[in-house]
T-cell receptor
Framework: DAKTTQPPSMDCAEGRAANLPCNHS???????VYWYRQIHSQGPQYIIH???NNETNEMASLIITEDRKSSTLILPHATLRDTAVYYC?????????????FGSGTQLTVLP | GAVVSQHPSRVICKSGTSVKIECRSL??????MFWYRQFPKKSLMLMAT?????????EQGVEKDKFLINHASLTLSTLTVTSAHPEDSSFYIC????????????FGPGTRLTVL
């Protein structure tokens, strides 16, 4: 699976948008970009995934650059409960039975 | 979203004892489940892939005789840490892949194991 690079930590003010970047310059054409987050002492939680089009759901928006070498997860109105480690993962096909490989992620701290 | 449960959520045991952790998919069937381990301030590391009705596939460096995995049904996988030692203390997380149309992986809440 392609490797991803994320900043180790970010802060965001409560109520503001949190923009979390991810570089995946070696991504292949059949690889999707997945985002998960892990709140302290809990299991990871699925947020969103996409292939090349921008995606939006009730939790977040995913913006993928045209060359697909990077993406940004956007939490439009961050709350204190969004404080977590956010993982950007690249993997083949959403139907793949392969495991998810976690990198170091970005520790997002939402400040009051 | 789909629900994956783990039991127990927290366990403390003496060195040398065995501990069994259960992972259940509550509202979907899962042919494949994954077991991860996470040490403090570290990322999740895959230990093994559990396949219903067949032997588990272990990652390099994970002892299959120490971490016994059984996946006897489409909704249950168990991880048994045998002869636990303090260095086995960790956060163990399972993940189940939905066989149905969602085809996504959903994670359990994790089990905190402390070996004294």
């Amino acid at each position: 699976d392609a490797k991803t690079t994320q900043p180790p930590s970010m802060d965001c003010a409560e109520g503001r948008a949190a923009n979390l970047p991810c570089n995946h310059s070696t991504i292949s054409g059949n690889e999707y970009v997945y985002w998960y987050r892990q709140i302290h002492s809990q299991g990871p939680q699925y947020i969103i995934h996409g292939l090349k089009n921008n995606e939006t759901n009730e939790m977040a928006s995913l913006i993928i650059t045209e060359d697909r070498k990077s993406s940004t997860l956007i939490l439009p109105h961050a709350t204190l409960r969004d404080t977590a480690v956010y993982y950007c993962i690249v993997r083949p096909s959403s139907c793949s039975a392969r495991q998810l490989t976690f990198g170091s992620g970005t520790q997002l701290t939402v400040l009051p | 979203g789909a629900v994956v449960s783990q039991h127990p959520s927290r366990v403390i045991c003496k060195s040398g004892t065995s501990v069994k952790i259960e992972c259940r998919s509550l509202d979907f069937q899962a042919t494949t489940m994954f077991w991860y381990r996470q040490f403090p301030k570290k990322s999740l590391m895959l230990m093994a892939t559990s396949n219903e009705g067949s032997k588990a596939t272990y990652e390099q460096g994970v002892e299959k005789d120490k971490f016994l995995i059984n996946h006897a049904s489409l909704t249950l996988s168990t991880l048994t840490v045998t002869s636990a030692h303090p260095e086995d203390s960790s956060f163990y997380i399972c993940s189940a892949r939905d066989n149905g149309h969602r085809k996504e992986q959903f994670f359990g809440p994790g089990t905190r194991l402390t070996v004294l």
